[in-house]
Every structure is written in C-alpha cells, then in structure tokens.
C-alpha cells in the first residue's frame, strides 16, 4: 500500500506541475508595424529566455510564478511586462530616447554623440514630413539653433535660404549640402519621405573636414536604407487646400475716387475724368477688389509609397512620390515627381556594395512678379476702377488712370503666366564600395563615385494685345533657355576605429575630386503665333529678328583630407582635422588652400569623482577652433580681366566696333577664409528625460572678396581681390524635455539662438549700396562697423500740422546770420524730415542707420504628446527685434495719384483732420513724401504657429485582422496662425539676396495650408 500510495503522489505531483506550465506566443514589432528580429524575450530577473526569430516571433515555457518578461533590443525601450494567464501576447517596441550613446554622422564617417567634440545639430526624418511641401529645407526652420531658414516666397517651388550663424560674406552665404556623401549646392532632390535624417555641422572643427566648402555650414542628409526582412510597404498620402487669409487694406472704389480727385486739387491741377470719380462717389461703387480677383483656394496633393526589406546578402528600399500643388495665384503651381531606389549589397560580413539612385522630375508655372512689374504688385497698385474683364468689349478692363504709368491689368498678366514654365530632370547615380576588417581589425576602407545629371528649360512667351493706344503689345515674344549640368565626385578613404583599453581611436585618411560642367543657351524670338502648336522659333514671322545667347563654364576641385578622433578612459577627448583643397578658380600659389582645425572635449561625469553625483547623467564640456574656406564666394575666372563690348570706336573718318576692360585682372584672387572658435556644454538630466546644450561662437571671415575703388584715369572696372573681413558673435541654447509612460508620452524642445554680426574691414572702400527698391534706389547701407545690408535713409520727424511747424523750420548760416527754410517745397501735412548734418538741405547726406532684418534672437518651440491611439504635434517659430522695408508703401502710401492707396490715407491730413500723421495727398509730391526714408521700415518680429498636427492611429488588433501592420489618419494645418505688427503679406523675407535681406518687394505670400492624411504600413 505505500508503494502505490508513493506513485500515486510522485505521478500527482507530475500532473500538477505539467498543468502549471504554460506556452506564451507572439511577435514583436516596432511602432510601425515591422517585426523587430533578435530581441531579446527574457523572464524577469533570471537568465532564462529566448530571441525573436527573422519574422518577429517567439515562443517561450513558463512554469508557475513566471509571470513576467523583460523584451529589450538596441536601439528601443525595453518593457516589463505581466504575462499572467496569457498564452498569446504581441508587443509593440518604442524607439529609444536617443542620448548619450545616439550616433551622429559627421564628414566621412559617424560618431557617438558623447565622443562629439563639435557643434552638430541633428533632426529626424520624421520631424521633416510634418510639414505638407516637397521642399524639406522649409521642414529645417526652427528646428535647431543657430540655422535661419527663410522661404524666398509663398510661391510653390520657390525655393528656400538657409543661413547657419548667420550671413559670413557679401558674396554667397549658402551652406554646402552632402546627401549621402555627395557634395551638393542644394537638396532640392531629395524626397522628404526618404530621408533618415539631417544633421548639420555648424562650427568649424566640424566642418573642416570639407575644406574650403565648409565655411558657411554644412547640411549632411541621410537618405533611407532598407533592413532585413519580409518586404514592408510604406504608403502615406494627404490632400487640403492653401488659401492666403490676410489681405493688405487697399482703398475701394469711392474711397480712390475721393483720394484722386483730391490729390490733383491739392497740386492746383484739372481733375482728369472728374465726372466718372463724383459718380463713383456719390453711388458709393465698391469697385475692383483685386486682391479678390487675383487670390483663390489652391489644391495640393501628395502620394509617397516604398518598399524595404532584404536578406543577409541584399537589403533595399525603393520609393516614389508625386506631390501637386497648385499656387494662390492662378498658374504659379508646380508638379514634382521623385522615384529613388538605396541599394546594399553584402557579398560577406566584410565587403558590401551600395548603389542610391534618385530622379527628380518638376514642371511648374512661373508667376509674373517681380518689383517693377507682375500679377502682385501690379494688383496691389491697380486702381478699383478698372476692371478684370469688360464683357462689353469682350476685352481685358481698360486701366482708368493713363498718362505715364506702366501699371498693367493684373487679370492679364494672370493669364500669360500659363505660357511661362520651366522644368528640368535630374538624375544622380551614387555607388560606394566598403571592405571592413580584411587586413587589420578595425581597419576600412571605403570609394564612392557618383554623378548628377541636370538637364533644365525654360519658356515665356508674351501674345501680343490691344486694350488702348497706351496699353498694348504690338509684337508677341517668344523666350527658351535650355541648360545641362553634369557634376561628378570620386573619394576614397581608409578608416581605423580601436578600442585599445581605455584608449580609443577613430581616424580617417583620404581623398577626394569633384567636377563642375555647365553649359547654357538662350534665345528670344519675335512675331510668334499664339498658338500652343506653333509656339516655336522657326514659326517667328520675323526670322532675322532673333537673339541668341550662351555661356558654359567648368570648375574642378582636388582635395586631401585627414582626421583622427582620440578619447581616453572616455573622459578626454581629442578631435584634429586637416583638409588641403586646390581649385581651379585660381591660379598659381593660391590654388590651395589649407584647412585645419581642433577640438577637445570633457565628459565631467565619467570622472570618479562624479560617481555620487547622481543630478547629472552627462556633463560634458567642449571647445574647438578651425579655418575653413569659402570656394563659393568667387566665380570660374575671376582673377582674369574681362572686356565689354559694344563700343563704337572712330579710325580714319570710320566707325569700327570696339571693347573696353570691364574689370582688371588680379592673379592673387584666392578663396575667403573664416576661422572660428565654438566652445560649448552638453547636459542631461534625470535619466536622460531632460538635455540641454549650450553654444558660444566667434567667427570671423577674412580675405573676403570685394572690388574695392581705382583711380578714374585708368578706364576699367574695378578687379576683385582679397580685402574685407566680417565678424559673426553668437549664443544658441536648446533645451528638451522627454516623458515616456505606459500610455502617455510627450516631448518638449525649446532652441533659441542670438547672433551679432559686423562688418569689421572693406580695406578703405567706400560703402556697398545695396537693396534697391524701385524708385526709392538703394534701401540697405555696408560698411565698417555695421551689421551687413542695414537700411539706410531719411528720418522724419512727423508732418506740418500747423503754419507754426512749417515756418519754424529753418535753418541760419552761421556765417551770413541768413534764414531759410529746410523743406521750401513742403507744404501743410508734408512729412518733415530730419536736417542730420545741420547743413539747411535735405539730401542723401541726411541718411541715418533705420534699421536691420538681422533679428535680435530667434526661437523654435516643438511639442509632442501621444495618448494610446492620438498624437499630437505643435511647432512655433519666432523671430524677435527684425525690422523690414516695405517697398509697395512707396505707392500705397504715397502722396501721388498713379496707383491705388492703402485705406491709411482715408486719414490723411486736410485742413478739417489736421492732427494726424499720415501726410496729405497730392498728386505733384512737391516735398518728396514718397522718398525712402522710417516710414518704409517697419518692425518684422513675428510668433506664427508653423505646423500643428493630430493623428489617430488604429487600434492594433483590428488592424492585423484586416492584413495591415499599421494604419493612421491625421489632420495637418501649416501657417495656421501669425502674430505680427508687419503690415505687409508676410513678416518672413528673404528679399533679393543678403545685400537686399529685409526688402520686401511685394513677396508672394505664404498662404494657410489645410491637410488631411492617411499613412499605411505593412
């Protein structure tokens, strides 16, 4: 009986322990719906566990009180989660927060953020697809101190400038762009959806690894690449509208007609159509709203799809998008097509071939608008007694004011838009060749090649028309250009990467030569059929009467460069580069250039003496010096002398054609330097949930190229040589803010940044006129001791209220004892300007300093918040103590008559309004109201709601039933919301160039984009 009663237990002790143990199933993917292989499945705190297999799965036994499991992989949070009674269970992995151990690409090669000795900004590929606009260098603004991004105009395909640490040079400012090791001037190629990130190198021990291109900053960009696994599908598409919400206050019908006819009864003269303005009045006709006319809702489109995935010896990832968008303005719209494929192949663990090709197809509509004429400014100046179209003449609206002025109906500049477009292809082949670890361990070697084909047209044809003997085209005109760009770089280089104890190593050894070949041609033709089929130059009725013109041009650039990044026990740490470039710019000694820098760090909290510091998770300390050049500021064959001709020259009683020197020659034309010195602080707090960085810089550009004045007598233009130098002093902060909990996240980043810039030498030369704004002339002063491009003009005082005002201003020689007036032209509700010099006159020599589109800070704020299924995103961007020129105020508050007026002037000054201070209207302008001067500048500071977004992602488990890995829809508002004192379209100008930065010229406006979304993957 004990011996059955001993294997009744032993085999109940068998079932019991058999029921308690339990299989647990599942997968593990990441936020979007990938599997994750190789994570790690283990139970909590003991060595028991398993890995997820290439699709994501596990399986895993559990006996009794095993009841919990730990699922961890490099590069996401890990999560504890209780599996009590569970068999099946799938887990979502988030992306960890990226910290100390983040990478960070710098030139030729990578580096952990906490080894990083350098000034380096970093923003993910998802950060730069919130905004709806195939332009990614708009997604840039904000987004890191110290990088001024401004888009050139509201129109769609304008294009954008980007500016780090501010403006280093009269000539170009542009960073050098690098997408996936390729040297570029712009990134206008790349697809946002395809980018992995961006980080840009702002100080020179970062960017003197590129030589002399990295004076102004260079943009890295990373493009996508595909990992291995199944193939996942990637689909994200948004449609909305654009709409411009703000309107500029224009005076209607009545309240122009009154204006006019006052103008010219002030100026003593007969008033033209007299009858027609006293029957505007008297109905009170509202006339023209042109603004109306000229503005409508614009669609825009956008539809991404990829596909990535691999093996062990093939990954890839291959996309598309087309993205429309129509502009406010009718025919300014453009379409962009990109199609790219990033291939990998590992032919063993130690030899891999990469192969990214990327086409960029666009075709867009040109609109009319420039400062002397186009659909905008001619709109804004337009009277409202003139109509779009007149259905009794079947015509365009005949202008109602005549007599001199050049204003066209702005309906028909609207419509031969159609006819002016411009498209190019692009193509950019990249393969790079890597072999790791053959000969020595930690020893690579990596080649790329890789070339850019851009071939480009452009078109405008102008039909000829008849409204009136003073509004017409006799001739129409027909313009093509057709361009081809082949640019092309090979590098190579080895690099050695060791940890050798508490010693590591990491150099790089290389070379590098790129190409640059441009050609061009361009011809008008006139008397061509307005046909679209006809539209050619052999259909010119008149084949003799034709221009053509051309130019090419080719540059090359060789280049040797050097690294080595040194760090001990992981405190000290060591960052030296040289780079030596040679340019074919140049001629003789000066064709290279030498570029070194330095740079160290201190990782304080590795110290032992930190070890009970627990406030700090890093501290870190970094400071650097560098040169780098500016091989962009100076074109192909400047140091040559150039001959103009076109002269006409008398030899013998004969007229012979001739030249004459446009510019002398000067051999020793070299590259503009800028040295730099950065010194900065890194700090993370509280499990790394709170970081912050802190940036202090000196940057200084020598040798910068200017034409500096020569005597008259020697007949030529001015040669360009090395002689000014210009001075860039900033702070720029980030701060950031990440809380992770089980259904609940949420971030907070906060940049700002200040920037103080001189121009300290034009080695004697008289100041650089610059900015001009029609007939106002030259609106922006550069000289030594100011801020680049500040505005330069009179300063008024406010206007003659009173006959007590206006005779009391005189002015009494010192010498004679005689009195005059300083203003003899002005009359009751002129505008007094200020006599600077004492001198009794007003004139150019009365200009002062009125101002600077250089901001005193700037500042981005970004907030992020998850909650189960919705998310939500909000961007602010701020740009404090700027100030801008209003050029369209010369019309729209002028004291002429030839346009129409902003509804300001209903308070003018009459003898029945006389305390006011916007001057009278008169149509002669004997005092000059309208001439540049502070009443042209106003304050540009804006705060604007940049991006906000909301999103719902589908609950998991539905989504799997229908075959999906994730799906989520969003609602998606850009430009939503703008605080500003700026009386213009928009407080963010670009103007023409950083010697016209702040010159508003009537900028197409920026408009309201509404979007709605959806993005599928599986």
């Known amino acids: 009986m004990m011996r059955v009663f001993l294997v009744m237990f032993l085999v109940s002790l068998h079932i ?59 590069g996401f949070e890990s999560q504890t989660i209780d599996v009590s009674g569970q068999t099946s269970l799938d887990v979502t992995l988030k992306e960890a927060v990226l910290g100390i151990d983040e990478v960070v690409v710098v030139g030729y090669g990578t580096v952990k953020k906490s080894d990083l000795t350098g000034a380096v900004g970093k923003v993910g590929g998802e950060e730069l697809n919130a905004m709806a606009t195939a332009d990614p260098v708009q997604n840039l603004q904000g987004k890191l101190a110290g990088v001024n991004v401004v888009s050139n105009s509201g129109e769609p395909g304008s294009g954008t400038r980007i500016r780090v640490r501010g403006i280093g040079t009269i000539n170009n400012s542009d960073p050098l762009y690098v997408v996936d090791g390729f040297p570029m001037n712009n990134m206008s190629n790349v697809d946002p959806s395809n980018i992995e990130s961006v980080e840009v190198l702002k100080d020179a021990s970062a960017t003197a690894i590129y030589g002399s291109r990295g004076a102004n900053g260079v943009v890295l960009v990373t493009t996508k690449s595909g990992k291995e696994g199944k193939a996942r599908f990637d689909v ?13 206050d224009m005076a209607n019908g009545y309240e122009f007609a009154e204006l006019r006819k006052e103008a010219y009864e002030n100026a003593g003269l007969t008033v033209p159509k007299v009858e027609m303005l006293d029957y505007v009045i008297n109905n009170q006709l509202e006339g023209t709203d042109w603004q109306e006319e000229l503005f409508n809702v614009a669609p825009i489109q956008n539809y991404s799809l990829s596909v990535s995935g691999g093996t062990e010896s093939v990954n890839y990832n291959v ?83 005549t007599g001199g002025t050049t204003i066209a109906n702005p309906a028909r500049i609207v419509d031969e838009a159609e006819h002016n477009t411009s498209s190019a292809h692009r193509l950019i082949a990249n393969f790079d060749l890597n072999i790791k670890d053959v000969f020595i361990e930690g020893l690579a070697f990596k080649t790329m090649y890789a070339a850019d084909i851009h071939l480009g047209k452009s078109k405008a044809y102008y039909p000829e028309f008849y409204i009136a003997p003073d509004q017409k085209r006799d001739k129409s005109s027909l313009y093509e250009q057709r361009f081809e760009q082949m640019d092309w770089v090979w590098n190579g280089y080895f690099s050695y990467n060791k940890d050798l104890g508490t010693h590591s190593v990491n150099t790089t050894l290389g070379a590098e030569t790129q190409s640059f070949n441009y050609n061009a041609i361009n011809a008008t033709a006139f008397d061509v059929p307005f ?17 053509v013109n051309g130019g090419a041009g080719k540059t090359t650039l060789m280049s040797y460069f050097a690294r080595a990044n040194y760090s001990f026990d992981n405190r000290y740490l060591l960052t030296a580069t040289y780079r030596a470039d040679g340019s074919s710019k140049f001629v003789g000694d000066n064709q290279w250039g030498y570029f070194p820098s330095f740079s160290m760090g201190w990782n304080v909290t590795e110290e032992s003496f930190m070890s009970d510091v627990y406030f700090f998770d890093q501290l870190k300390f970094r400071a650097g010096w560098g040169q780098v050049g500016n091989e962009a500021s100076v074109a192909a064959n400047s140091y040559l002398a150039t001959m103009n001709t076109g002269y006409t020259y008398v030899f013998g009683n004969s007229p012979v054609d001739g030249a004459r020197a446009g510019a002398l020659s000067n051999p020793d034309l070299k590259w503009e330097v800028t040295e730099q010195l950065n010194v900065g602080v890194d700090m993370m707090f509280l499990d790394q949930r709170l970081s912050a960085s802190i940036d202090w810089f000196d940057r200084d550009t020598k040798d910068m190229i200017l034409r500096t004045p020569i005597p008259y007598y020697v007949g ?47 080695a004697g030369g008289e100041p650089i006129s610059g900015g001009n704004a029609q007939k106002m002339g030259s609106v922006t002063r550069t000289e030594e001791g100011h801020e680049i491009a500040y ?91 700027s100030e801008a020129v209003n050029v369209l105020k010369y019309y729209t508050h002028g004291s002429f008559s030839q346009s129409n ?4 002037k209903m308070n003018r000054w009459t003898p029945d309004n006389p305390d006011t201070n916007e001057p009278r209207v008169i149509s002669t302008d004997p005092n000059q109201n309208s001439r540049f001067s502070d009443r042209h500048v106003e304050d540009n500071s804006y705060i604007r709601l940049r991006n906000l977004q909301i999103g719902y992602t589908l609950d998991e488990g539905f989504v799997e039933s229908i075959g999906l890995g994730s799906v989520r829809f969003y609602l998606n508002g850009d430009n939503l919301m703008t605080i500003t004192d700026y009386s213009g379209y928009n407080p963010e100008i670009a103007g023409g160039g950083d010697l016209s930065n702040g010159v508003d010229f009537a900028t197409y406006p920026m408009g309201v984009t509404l979007t709605g979304g959806v993005n599928i993957k599986f």
């Open 16 to 74: 019991n322990a058999f029921g308690q143990q339990r299989t647990l199933t599942g997968t593990v993917t990441d936020e979007s719906g990938l599997p994750l292989p190789g994570v790690t499945v283990a139970v909590e705190n003991t060595t028991k566990g398993t890995i997820t297999d290439a699709n994501g799965n596990y399986t895993i036994d559990l006996q009794e009180g095993e009841n919990s499991l730990v699922f961890s992989f490099i």
């Open 236 to 248: 994200n598409s948004y449609a909305g509208v654009q709409v411009i919400n703000e309107r500029i």
């Open 319 to 401: 996309g598309g998008t087309y993205n429309s968008q129509e502009g406010t303005i009718d025919n300014s719209g453009i379409d962009k097509l990109f199609l790219y494929s990033n291939t990998q192949y590992n032919f063993s663990e130690k030899v891999s071939l990469g192969a990214n090709l990327s086409y960029t197809f666009y075709e867009k509509n040109n609109n009319n608008n420039n400062q002397y004429g186009g659909s905008l400014t001619d709109g804004l100046q337009m009277d409202p007694l003139t109509a779009a179209w007149d259905d009794y003449t079947n015509n365009y609206g005949k202008r109602f004011i």
């Open 531 to 547: 046909d679209e089929d006809l539209m050619y130059f052999d259909q010119a009725q008149d084949p003799e009467q034709k221009t």
């Open 716 to 762: 030529s233009g001015r040669p360009a040589r090395n002689a000014g130098t210009m001075n860039n002093t900033g702070i720029e902060a980030s701060l950031t803010w990440n809380e992770n909990k089980e259904d609940f996240q949420y971030s907070i980043s906060l940049n700002a940044s200040s920037i103080k810039n001189e121009v300290t030498s034009l």
């Open 791 to 881: 505005f330069y003009g009179l300063e008024t005082d406010g206007i003659f209220n009173n006959e007590s005002e206006l005779n009391n201003y005189t002015w009494t020689d010192p010498e004679s004892g005689s009195t005059k007036a300083i203003q003899p032209s002005a009359g009751l509700g002129d505008l007094k300007f200020v006599d600077q010099n004492n001198d009794g006159v007003i004139n150019e020599d009365d200009r002062v300093k009125l101002g600077s589109a250089i901001p005193d800070f700037t500042a981005g704020l970004n907030l992020q918040m998850a909650y189960k299924g919705f998310d939500f995103k909000a961007f602010f961007y701020g740009v404090f103590g």
């Open 901 to 904: 007026y902003h509804t300001d």
